[in-house]
């Protein structure tokens, strides 16, 4: 079982930054490649962006390319989202989840935090 935390939203102006932070716990961090998702109200789970365990590779949403970096601190066990630039389409509740791939689908994270809520006021 893995436990996660996120933290870091808020309500920040458009053209503003936030950096998410993911705290795991319980089993341990690797080998879990490390997913952002989100999810706008009445909108279904969006993926955001991804990394391996190692951090090596990353991918990222069309949408966010350019304006997000994902990272991850093994040592301590958190994983991060640097969001910059960031628009009023891009408010929406923020999770973590944990998976043993290296993908982009929510069906193939086996665990999930409980988000948190990012707005960006226009």
């Known amino acids: 079982q893995v436990q996660l935390v996120e933290s870091g939203g808020g309500l920040v102006q458009t053209g503003g930054s936030l950096r998410l932070s993911c705290a795991a716990s319980?089993?341990?961090?690797?080998?879990?490649?490390m997913g952002w998702f989100r999810q706008a109200p009445g909108k279904e789970r969006d993926f955001v962006a991804a990394?391996?365990?190692?951090?090596?590779?990353?991918v990222y949403a069309d949408s966010v390319k350019g304006r997000f970096t994902i990272s991850r601190d093994n040592a301590k066990n958190t994983v991060y989202l640097q969001m910059n630039s960031l628009k009023p389409e891009d408010t929406a509740v923020y999770y973590c989840?944990?998976?043993?791939?290296?993908?982009?689908?929510?069906?193939?994270?086996?665990?999930w935090g409980q988000g948190t809520q990012v707005t960006v006021s226009s």
């Open positions: 989840a944990s998976s043993r791939t290296f993908r982009m689908v929510p069906e193939t994270y086996d665990y």
């Open positions: 319980g089993r341990t961090f690797s080998p879990y490649a």
């Open positions: 990394i391996t365990w190692s951090g090596g590779s990353t």
